[in-house]
Structures are given as C-alpha cells and as structure tokens.
Nanobody, 121 residues
Framework: QVQLVESGGGLVQPGGSLRLSCAAS????????MGWYRQAPGKERELVAG???????NYADSVKGRFTISRDNAKNTAYLQMNSLKPEDTAVYYC???????????????WGQGTQGTQVT
C-alpha cells in the first residue's frame, strides 16, 4: 500500500519559516519525482515545487527564492523549506509522487492527504 504522509504545517507569522515533510512508503522512492501543490480556500490548486529523481529542482515563480525543495532517498522523504512566508502562502499543501519524472508534472501517481494547513497571519 502506497502512502505519502505530510507533516509540518502550522501557524506562523509573516516572515517566518516552516518545513514540510512528505514521508513515502510502498514505492521505490528514488525513481519518483516528488513535489508539492497547495490550495488556498476558494482558490484553484497551485503547483509549488518539484524535485526530480536526479535532484533537479523547479519552483513556481511565486515561491522562487523563498522555498527550497529537497529529498533524502535514504529516508524516503521529501521536504519543503519555506522561508520569508507571506499571508498569500496560506494554504493546505499536498505532496505528490510522479513516475514520469518531468516538469511540470503531467499526472501525479500518488498524493498525500494534505498538511494540517499552513497559515501565515
């Protein structure tokens, strides 16, 4: 059974930082690209960042220079370090895994359940 389990969301003040984690199980983690989408209340889902199986990183323009995506294949975990947070970053963040390993992702193979909610206020 495949699982992607996110953690690390919470309440933070503008300018603060949070780190999200996405722990994967049931897949060969190292061959998947990993990434994050987010969805704010009343808005469409937005692609935030992705990291390929080889470690190439891509970001949405809205988070470039502030967010850093990384992965630890030994721990089957992807991370999203979010710095200089803004109120507009408030959203539920969803982790995905994609076997096509392309950017932007065409179709996620697996999804996490979403973080508890990242609120910048």
């Amino acid at each position: 059974q495949v699982q992607l389990v996110e953690s690390g969301g919470g309440l933070v003040q503008p300018g603060g930082s949070l780190r999200l984690s996405c722990a994967a199980s049931g897949i060969i983690f190292s061959i998947y690209s990993m990434g994050w989408y987010r969805q704010a209340p009343g808005k469409e889902r937005e692609l935030v960042a992705g990291i390929s199986s080889r470690g190439y990183r891509n970001y949405a323009d809205s988070v470039k220079g502030r967010f850093t995506i990384s992965r630890d294949n030994a721990k089957n975990t992807a991370y999203l370090q979010m710095n200089s947070l803004k109120p507009e970053d408030t959203a539920v963040y969803y982790c995905y895994a994609e076997s096509l390993d392309i950017w932007p992702p065409r179709r996620a193979d697996y999804w996490g359940q979403g973080t508890q909610g990242t609120q910048v206020t």
